[in-house]
Each structure stands twice: as structure tokens, then as C-alpha cells.
């Protein structure tokens, strides 16, 4: 089946949907980790308030905290220990830049602690929101359930995909009429970089910045573990490249009556 790739062409910024202004200080996430979290761990406590985790607090370059977010009994945070804004940052394409999407995918746990019980690949996605679809100035990942009107429009897509980026065959329920690109990844861990991927896609990285990028847990009929990636873009319609409403944060996916 024929498929057409959204655009990726770069849209004047005064035409482009503007978010909503913050309501607070757009670098407190920064200055909690930087401030609070970092120097914590380095002295051995632990936990490293008002973080759960930091790793490598000695190599910045290459760690992370896990923080956990005020939005959601189940929703947790992970940032990178140094100073990155968010997606449209060159330090996330450089060659060794650390795969902080599969260190989320890790911290996956905390939340699955949050609901005392372990829940299947499926049910979990991890969002990193565009730089006009956010109010902080740190990149920092969300891991929460996925809704599961979602999760079922993804079941639907998944024979379609395929190693290419495409655009999905279906406007995801709940998502407020964006339009998605995606991918699948093989494996059970998170063997790419998606923001990588996405760059390359894009072609030019400057275009990064209007962009969300989205993972979720997957598995094929066959049984092969993998992950759909998704992205969808800011736009002059209305869309502030936000994919926060892919999240459920009453995590119903993992209170079905066949989870036991």
C-alpha cells in the first residue's frame, strides 16, 4: 500500500502554533538535577533527593536522573546530567552521545514499582515533547502507560511497518488529530538512538526542534519484541508538537481484568 511521508519542510516560525507560555520556571527541572540531585549522589546519598536515581554523577557527559514527575501516580522523568535543552540539541546526534531513550526504557521500572506489578512491553511509552510543545528547558523523558485506545491502534499498524519511516495509516485515537510518522525497531532493548534516527530522516536537524518523538514497547504476532517510534510535528494548524496525550496516567492498561 502506497504510503506519503508528512513533510519535512520547514514552515516560516511566525506561522507556526506557539505553546501556551510557562507557568513557571522554565530551567527548574535543570536546576533540581544540576543543583539538588547530582551533588547528592556524588556525596553517596541515596536516594538523591528529590531524584530516585542519578548514574555516572561523576561523568555529567554521560548520566542520568530519574525524577519523579508531579503529573501522574505513575509518571517519571529522566534527564540527562548535563546540559541539554531538549530534542533540538546537536549534542544528542553527536557520535558517542549517550542513548538516553533506552536509559528511560530502563527506568521503566520505576514506574512498573509505581503499580506494583510488571506490565507487558506494550503498555509503556516513553515521550520527548518538541521545543514549542514544552515548558522546561532541560530535555527529560517521560515514561508513563500508554492509553490503550492507542495501544490498539498500534497492533493494528504494526504488520505495516517497517525499518523506514512512514506515516502511519491511521490518525491515533486521543491524540487530538495529529497526524504521526513511525517506525518499527527489532529487538527487546533499544539497540538504536531514536533521536538519530529521526534526525536522518528529517535530513536537516534544525528541523528537529518542531518535532515530538515518541517510543512504545511492541511485540509482533510472530512474538518478536521490538518498538514502534513515533513523531509528529508542530504545525500552523493548532499543533504545538506535544505528545503528552499519548500517555494514560490512570495507567488502565495495566488493571484489565486478564492481568490477575
Not at 519542510?9 to 544540576?34: G, Q, Y
Not at 533527593?49 to 554523577?57: F, G, I, L, R
Not at 514544552?134 to 490503550?148: A, E, F, G, T, Y
Not at 512474538?223 to 510535528?233: A, N, Y
Request: aromatic share 6%; hydrophobic share 40%; charged share 20%.
Amino acid at each position: 500500500m502506497a504510503t506519503v511521508l508528512l513533510a519535512a519542510c520547514s514552515t516560516p516560525p511566525e506561522r507556526m502554533a506557539k505553546a501556551a507560555a510557562p507557568r513557571e520556571n522554565p530551567d527548574i527541572l535543570w536546576h533540581f538535577v544540576h543543583d539538588q540531585c547530582t551533588p547528592a549522589a556524588s556525596q553517596g546519598r541515596y536516594p538523591p533527593a528529590p531524584c530516585v536515581e542519578v548514574t555516572s554523577a561523576q561523568h555529567p557527559d554521560r548520566g542520568y536522573a530519574v525524577f519523579k514527575d508531579r503529573t501522574g501516580a505513575h509518571q517519571y522523568l529522566v534527564l540527562p546530567l548535563a546540559r541539554i535543552p531538549g530534542i533540538e540539541s546537536p549534542l544528542l546526534l553527536r557520535p558517542d552521545a549517550p542513548n538516553y531513550l533506552a536509559d528511560a526504557w530502563t527506568a521503566r521500572m520505576y514506574t512498573e514499582a509505581a503499580l506494583h506489578r510488571t506490565v507487558p512491553r506494550e503498555d509503556i511509552a516513553l515521550v520527548v515533547n518538541s521545543a514549542h510543545g514544552r515548558s522546561q528547558n532541560q530535555l527529560h523523558i517521560h515514561v508513563d502507560c500508554v492509553k490503550p485506545t492507542v495501544r490498539a491502534a498500534l497492533r493494528q499498524a504494526l504488520p505495516q511497518l517497517t525499518t523506514r519511516w512512514t506515516t502511519l495509516p491511521m490518525r491515533l485515537p486521543d491524540a487530538q488529530g495529529d497526524r504521526y510518522i513511525a517506525r518499527w525497531v527489532g529487538g527487546a532493548q533499544l539497540s538504536i538512538n531514536p533521536f538519530k534516527s529521526l534526525a536522518q530522516f528529517l535530513r536537516d536537524p534544525a528541523q528537529m526542534q518542531w518535532h515530538s518523538l515518541v517510543v512504545v514497547g511492541a511485540q509482533r504476532a510472530d512474538g518478536q519484541p521490538g518498538f514502534v517510534l513515533l513523531s509528529t510535528r508542530a504545525n500552523a494548524e493548532g499543533s504545538h508538537g506535544n505528545s503528552d496525550d499519548l500517555h494514560d496516567r490512570s495507567c488502565a492498561v495495566a488493571f484489565e481484568p486478564d492481568r490477575g
